[in-house]
């Protein structure tokens, strides 16, 4: 499995970004994909998770929660985060993630795209 995310970049504060993360190879035992981040000083976050099956929401970090929306496509190729109202608390480093099933842990990692938020 693949994964390659994209659609990083600066924006003010209150603006929005789309990151898309484009999924490949042999997705069949995939049981969720996930965006996470990695602030300046910080360590890794999980933002947002849904089920690679059907779609459907697992969680959002609380400090997303209401601003930020994760999505999948029907041809289950690409998962989205949509971000708004960004925060510089938001600027990042933001992977998207793969866990197989009955596994505990994020197995599959794509490479970061920066996201920075200037306030």
């Known amino acids: 499995v693949q994964l390659q995310a994209s659609g990083g970049g600066l924006v003010q504060a209150g603006g929005s970004l789309t990151l898309s993360c484009l999924v490949s190879?042999?997705?069949?035992?995939?049981?969720?994909i996930g965006w996470f981040r990695k602030a300046p000083g910080k360590e890794r976050e999980s933002v947002a998770l849904?089920?690679?099956?059907?779609?459907?929401?697992?969680n959002y970090a609380p400090s997303v929660l209401g601003r930020f929306t994760i999505s999948r496509d029907n041809a289950k190729t690409m998962v989205y985060l949509q971000m708004n109202s960004l925060e510089p608390e938001d600027t990042g480093v933001y992977y998207c993630?793969?866990?197989?099933?009955?596994?505990?842990?994020?197995?599959?990692w794509g490479q970061g795209t920066l996201v920075t938020v200037s306030s």
């Open positions: 849904l089920r690679w099956s059907g779609g459907s929401i697992i």
């Open positions: 190879g042999r997705t069949g035992n995939i049981y969720s």
């Open positions: 993630a793969g866990k197989r099933m009955f596994s505990s842990d994020y197995f599959y």
